[in-house]
């Protein structure tokens, strides 16, 4: 599956940043990032990954429903250690799956609509890549001298774009 590589394409540059800060770089609060760390933007992608792996067992995903685990956020080599896992983990088949959110603070009546795997998966890949960006300014903001991937933080579609204007 293209999707599972890219998955694991995206997690590899992610794992590679995050292995080179240094224990406070991860933990230090960014004002750029309105306080938060980058060790907060792994969790989450981390965090809606796992959802996805376990709505994949009850066929129900809730994305709101995440553990919200304080050591992925603080600790870079277990998050290098969960990804690796969940990369691993894609390998399952596309299944129909439904989605439940609630999309509105006044009511606890969650939405539900009708998804699949690869869908999800292909959302979360795309959501990666947007707290991806945030790292990247994050990484800027505490000083790190770390180089990343040219494309790091910018989804497919924006540098295949890129590649046309300059052809042009």
Known sequence: MKLRLAVQAVFGQLAGSIGQLSPQDYITPCKTLSGNTIGQHVRHIIELFQALENGYLTGVVNYEDRK??????????????????????????????????????????????????????????????????????????????????????IASSTIKHRKQQCAQ
């Open 68 to 153: 919200r685990d304080k050591t992925l956020e603080t600790d870079e080599n277990i998050a290098c250690l969960a990804l690796d896992q969940i990369a691993e983990g894609l390998g399952k088949p596309d299944k129909p799956l439904l989605l439940e959110a609630n999309y509105d603070e006044h009511s606890d009546l969650p939405t539900v609509l009708n998804t699949n795997y690869y869908r999800e998966v292909a959302y979360n890949l795309e959501h990666s890549i947007h707290h991806m960006a945030m790292i990247r300014i994050g990484i800027t903001e505490v000083g790190s001298h770390i180089i990343l991937p040219e494309n790091y933080g």
